[in-house]
């Protein structure tokens, strides 16, 4: 028989007798394993998911454009497109129109409805990847029937419908009817948002989202005009058309390539995609912590049978290949049981995340789950390489001992020479993580950081031999003062833990790293949550909130009608209130999205607050209400590297601004931050002063809630209320906490696994422990030691080994908490919390973790009894 | 040359519902034309909106002072996509990119010593500046995008551009404006009212440049100008037409066309239509009817591009005067290729060398030829719009 058959077999027949008398704790390493694959494979496709609904998503809308006009503030004047027509190296210049808008009586479905000049359009896009696919006679009866829509395959199917069918769509105006022409094929344009899409002239969709017939002027606007240019130029060619083309706009737009905007969506979810990374690899060396656990034990155990086999001739590589066997079998054992939990886990992780983008950042405009087959087989890799990196150590331990030593069994014990190196490794490795989480602010990126993590939580496991013995020394000397009282298994366990090697350090670093990721991940809900709600409570003031229907969705890009203005004035004077109208901008600069928000500053500062961060609120609000600076937020400002002084610069609806910024505000609104500007002066600047927003306050109200709800049900029953969305200010608060609530779903479930690896570490450790020191504890009994002196020498090993790890993983904790907070959140969305621990909490949890210490020591205990003395001291 | 646009516009309208119910119900919605077209210019040179359809169309052979030879074609279109009356919006209000013309225009260039042909054709709405025409003083202004011709009282200037093509033409009339068939009216039909409205500038002296690529190039020549706007559709059973401009040495130009009948009708000898019109050199033209003209098409050439067989060697006759004429090719490949689904037609148009003889004396020119329907029917008539 060849030579790998021949190992193979062997390795068969060594690996799973042994197993068979293990199955439980072995079961267990596999569960961990698929656990781990399945998070690392579910969490990777999200992140590729979502990235490439990003990416995708917005090809498809933007088909074959190159560039992009687009208006600072939102919308651009539709008859430039004629303008940039004119010139020859424009292949075409096509307007759009698109809003996010709700089905009539089918509140839960949204359609992207886009108005185009379809000629152009159908120019833009055909021979590119996303051509708008339908026939020149359909595209023409768009033209001809003024209410007439192609509907996405996906809507129709969802709302029932077909071509000839009629569908109402709820605009700002209120409820239109569209005929369905036809309906758009399942590719191209009608891919996007999964075939909620539908796609009219613009004449139709101008007319349909007008308030008046200003806004049909002229040309009337769009939201952005998407230009291809003359298909085979150079970048050359292209720089010098964009220079031509440039001037000839008008101030208030700009031009830019047309995939800056999903370049800059990109960058913001760069931070949060990096986050999703590091737990995807951390659940994989959960598995990998799981598999060293369970090679070192059963190297262990049967350093009998391997002194047997190296006394009979055999190679080193061969226990080296046995136990290196192990590691890789679990992990392919790992795998496959990984794969029904995928099923599982990963639409759901995919779903997750999607929402958190959708809620926190940006829309996505397709939420499609794709398998890539490169995906399966890069889980598949990692897993195998960490499995087999995970037994390399007990592998090589148990390959390098000689017949002899493996007879001896000799026990995990370090020297004070290795112990003083392990201890400097250490410290160097908690000052190198200094500088790393200093770099991210420069670098732009969180890798640093979360090296500079792994660098602590190193650092902090190393320094276990010296806090271990430490900690029995001084347990020594305390229990010493009452022999009685503790009996003599404190002062053996104290002796022992002096002497502990490397093993036990990993065991004691994994539950530091647990407990420190659980201290610090508490920590920062806590104080995210405490800042948060204060927030929501000052920042987010407001009993009613009105808008146009599916305002955000639409960058606010519509008005709420005068008639409704006039509505909610005369009602909320009637009953007492206040308006607080704002108008809501969507730009972007330097690479990063974000919104510029006016309302009145001296208004707000009585029925709200900011949360300044920086700056002096006592000259900040009246300077702003006076439109002396802006009030930023603190995501726009940390994105930007801009502080107090420092000067806001932007066109906005031709409007140039060079304002200071005045001060910088805790502000958890995401998408890229805020730039707050007075109201009225933003007005007299030229700017226009449509509502696309208003909180309404009942400051004299004796119930402001119910005021709210009133006022709410009055509104959604009153023709003004048509295409508008009115939501209480109690039920967006609460809406906004829910959002950010969810957001921490996975991190709890990693603080779980944590907890959880970290007990099975420590159990695994101390059965080791036992193994190693079989002959030391039974010769203990052989000489009159009680069974319990024993398990009592066990407990205190466990209980040391605990308290030591929850001493330094709270240390570790607290200081992993403020680099969370102040910068790998700060990096991540650009925002930090007020520091808030809450103790009660880490109060609860430490005796807990030292309880389950101690249960990770009742097998261990069983373990060291289970032999009768004499057989367990035959010399093998 | 008017064929051509007429049933371009027939294309444009003729796979919507909406517009083959208005061919079948809502013709008479549309003006028809029955009779002479009364022209007043330059009023005339302007739009007739309420017509189905209209072009401005510009051809020409043209030379470079040391005798490079181009062909050229720019032709701006406009079509009306329903009735007069029949367009509703959202209540009061109404877009300004709401309108009931759409207006394509064809640009090409042949040339002819590299043996290339280069073309473009586009799209638009007649809204919001994009395209339309106009009247500044005496002059006409037709426009789509940057391409345009501003027809004056002495001179037509053209001008048309692309990335890769130019055309930049001063053409000043030669002869007198050629009022074609009967005061305008030009039958198309052995029904009175399928004709259109029809006057040509038959001899253009051109001078300008044309830009191919990176390289513009000096021209002068000669161009042909008709321009044309009917509303009825075409008699039932065409399939395509072939039509012929032809300048000849001695100042006579000729116009002449044929309307091509489906295969059993060819051989049942039913259907078709001809006509032309002979202009002297004065400028007094001649309508030709369908009997007075002879059409015998010759050699073939096969596009590789769209597989259509065009016949593109001629031998036209007309008795009457006389005249025989062989029409050739000055370039095989002028194909002007449509995607499919694009609404647009596949044809050939391209520059042709003329040889004859009237009345026993040789006669030589060139000229412009329009073939279309070879690259599969074209569809014509109320029953192909459904």
């Known amino acids: 028989m060849p030579q790998p058959f021949r190992f193979l077999n062997f390795f068969l027949r060594f690996n799973l007798r042994h197993a068979r008398g293990q199955w439980a704790r072995t079961l267990a390493v596999l569960l961990g394993v698929a656990v781990g694959a399945a998070v690392f494979s579910g969490v990777r496709l999200a992140i590729d998911a979502s990235s490439r609904n990003l990416t995708q998503g917005m090809d498809l809308i933007a088909g074959n454009a190159d560039f992009v006009v687009t208006g600072q503030g939102g919308l651009v004047p539709a008859r430039i497109t004629a303008e940039l027509l004119t010139d020859p190296a424009v292949h075409a210049a096509v307007p759009v129109l698109e809003r996010i808008l709700a089905v009539a009586h089918q509140p839960e479905v949204t359609i992207r409805l886009r108005g185009t000049d379809l000629i152009l359009e159908d120019r833009l896009r055909r021979g590119g990847h996303a051509p708008l696919d339908i026939s020149f006679a359909v595209l023409t009866d768009l033209l001809i029937q003024p209410r007439s829509l192609l509907l996405g395959q996906g809507a129709a199917e969802r709302l029932g419908l077909s071509a000839g069918d009629t569908v109402t769509l709820i605009g700002p105006s209120g409820p239109q009817a569209f005929e369905i022409a036809d309906l758009l094929p399942p590719r191209g344009l009608g891919r996007v948002e999964d075939g909620f899409i539908a796609v009219a002239d613009i004449a139709a969709v101008q007319e349909f989202l007008a308030g008046d017939s200003r806004d049909l002027a002229d040309g009337g606007v769009a939201d952005r005009i998407d230009l291809r240019l003359s298909p085979g130029m150079n ?79 055999g190679p080193r590589w061969l226990p080296l290949g046995l136990f290196l066997g192990e590691g890789a079998l679990l992990a392919v054992l790992g795998l496959l049981a990984a794969l029904p939990l995928a099923l599982v886990f990963t639409p759901r992780a995919a779903n997750l995340i999607n929402r958190t983008i959708d809620d926190l950042f940006l829309r996505l405009p397709s939420q499609t789950l794709h398998l890539a087959p490169w995906e399966i087989g890069l889980t598949i890799g990692v897993t195998l390489i960490v499995a087999v990196l995970a037994a390399l150590h007990p592998a090589w331990e148990a390959a390098r001992a000689s017949p002899r030593e493996a007879l001896a069994m000799l026990a995990d014990t370090s020297s004070h020479g290795q112990n003083r190196r392990i201890t400097f490794s250490g410290i160097c490795c908690l000052l190198g993580a200094i500088p790393l989480f200093l770099l991210p602010a420069a670098l732009n990126s969180l890798w640093p950081a979360y090296c500079g993590v792994f660098l602590l939580f190193v650092g902090s496991a ?32 104290c002796r022992s833990l002096r002497r502990a090697g490397p093993r036990t350090s990993i065991a004691v670093g994994a539950l530091i790293t647990a407990l420190a990721l659980y201290v610090a991940l508490s920590v920062m809900i806590h104080s995210f949550r405490t800042t948060f709600l204060v927030w929501v409570e000052n920042t987010v003031s407001g009993d009613v909130f009105v808008t146009p229907a599916n305002a955000e969705a639409n960058e606010y890009r519509d008005a709420i009608s005068q008639s409704a203005q006039d509505w909610i004035l005369a009602q909320t004077a009637a009953q007492g209130g206040q308006v607080l109208p704002y108008r809501r901008a969507y730009l972007e600069g ?63 609806e031709g409007i140039r601004l060079d304002t200071p910024v005045v001060g910088i505000v805790r502000d958890y609104r995401t998408r890229g931050g805020v730039i707050y500007h007075d109201w009225d002066a933003f007005i007299a600047l030229g700017g226009n002063p449509r509502w696309e927003g208003v909180r309404i306050y009942f400051p004299e109200a004796d119930n402001p809630q119910a005021a709210a709800a009133r006022f709410r049900a009055a509104l959604a029953a009153h023709p003004a209320g048509q295409g508008l969305d009115v939501t209480t200010g109690v039920d967006l608060r609460n809406l906004v906490t829910d959002i950010f609530t969810q957001t921490f779903g996975i991190t709890a479930l990693l603080m779980g696994v944590a907890l959880l690896v970290a007990g099975v570490g420590v159990a695994t450790t101390l059965a080791v422990r036992v193994l190693e020191r079989r002959k030391e504890l039974n010769t203990l009994r052989a000489l009159g030691g009680s069974r319990g002196q024993i398990r009592a020498l066990i407990f205190w090993e466990a209980g040391i080994i605990g308290l030591v790890g929850a001493v330094l993983g709270l240390a570790c904790g607290l200081i992993l908490s403020v680099v969370f907070i102040e910068v790998i959140n700060k990096q991540g969305f650009g925002w930090t919390f007020v520091f808030s621990v809450n103790w009660r909490e880490l109060g609860l949890a430490l005796p807990g973790l030292l309880a389950a210490a101690l249960a990770a020591a009742v097998p261990a205990t069983v373990l060291a009894l289970r032999d009768p003395p004499a057989e367990a001291l035959k010399e093998r | 040359m008017p064929w051509m646009v007429f049933l371009l516009g027939l294309l444009l309208l003729g796979g919507t519902t909406f517009s083959a119910q208005a061919g079948k119900e809502g013709q008479s919605r549309f003006p028809t034309i029955t009779g002479p077209c009364d022209f007043v210019f330059p009023d005339a040179h302007g739009a007739h909106p309420d017509h189905r359809i209209e072009w401005w169309y510009y051809t020409g052979n043209l030379r470079t002072p040391q005798g490079r030879p181009f062909g050229f074609q720019l032709t701006f279109f406009r079509s009306r996509m329903h009735a007069p009356g029949t367009v509703t919006t959202h209540g009061e209000q109404r877009s300004t990119w709401r309108t009931a013309q759409l207006h394509p225009a064809h640009f090409a260039i042949s040339d002819l010593e590299s043996e290339t042909f280069h073309y473009e054709k586009r799209t638009v709405r007649a809204a919001v500046n994009l395209a339309g025409v106009s009247r500044q003083g005496d002059d006409v202004l037709v426009h789509q995008g940057g391409w345009s011709t501003v027809i004056g009282p002495d001179q037509h200037a053209i001008q048309a551009a692309t990335v890769d093509l130019g055309l930049d033409l001063r053409l000043i009339p030669k002869k007198p404006v050629a009022i074609q068939g009967n005061g305008g009216y030009s039958r198309k039909g052995s029904r009175p009212e399928s004709a259109s409205c029809y006057y040509s500038f038959t001899r253009l002296a051109a001078d300008g440049t044309v830009r191919v690529g990176d390289q513009t190039f000096p021209v002068t020549g000669e161009a042909w100008m008709d321009h044309e706007y009917a509303s009825n559709l075409l008699e039932e059973g065409l399939v395509g037409w072939d039509w012929f401009s032809v300048q000849l040495d001695d100042g006579w130009d000729l116009m002449a066309f044929r309307l091509r009948p489906d295969e059993q009708r060819a051989r049942l000898g039913q259907g078709g239509w001809a006509g032309g019109g002979l202009i002297d050199p004065q400028g ?30 001629w031998e036209i006759a007309v008795p009457k005067v006389e005249l025989s004429l062989t029409i050739s090719p000055r370039m095989l490949a002028q194909e002007l290729v449509s995607e499919p689904g694009s609404g647009g037609v596949t044809y050939w148009e391209g520059a042709v060398e003329v040889r004859g003889a009237r009345s026993g004396e040789a006669v030589s020119g060139h000229g412009y030829a329009e073939l279309t329907g070879y690259a599969g029917p074209v569809p014509l008539g109320p029953g192909s719009a459904e």
């Open chain 1, 590 to 652: 330097d690479g990063y999205p974000y919104q510029f928000e006016t309302m009145d500053m001296s208004a707000f500062s009585t029925l709200g607050s900011f949360l300044f961060k920086h700056g002096d609120p006592g000259s900040a609000l009246p300077a702003a209400a006076q439109g002396q600076g802006v009030i930023v937020s603190e995501t726009w400002a940390v994105r930007r590297s801009v502080g107090i002084g420092d000067r806001f610069q932007a066109v906005i």
């Open chain 1, 235 to 313: 970048d050359l060619d292209r720089e010098a058309v964009l220079a031509r083309l440039s001037p000839k706009l008008p101030a208030q737009t700009s031009l830019a390539p047309a995939d800056q905007r999903r370049e800059s969506g990109m960058m913001l979810l760069s931070a949060y995609h990096e986050s999703l990374t590091l737990i995807s690899f951390v659940s994989l060396f959960v598995g990998m912590f799981l598999i060293y656990s369970l090679v070192s034990l059963n190297a262990a155990a049967r350093r009998g049978e391997v002194a047997v086999l190296r006394a009979l001739g």
């Open chain 2, 284 to 313: 007094r033209v001649t309508p030709l009817e369908p009997e007075d003209l002879r059409f015998t098409p010759g050699r073939t050439w096969t596009s590789p591009r769209s597989k259509a067989t065009y016949p593109l060697w």
């Open chain 1, 462 to 493: 190393l320094q276990t031999p010296w806090v271990l013995a430490a900690a029995a020394r001084a347990m020594e000397r305390t229990t010493g003062l009452r022999p009685a009282l503790f009996g003599p298994g404190v002062k053996l366990a």
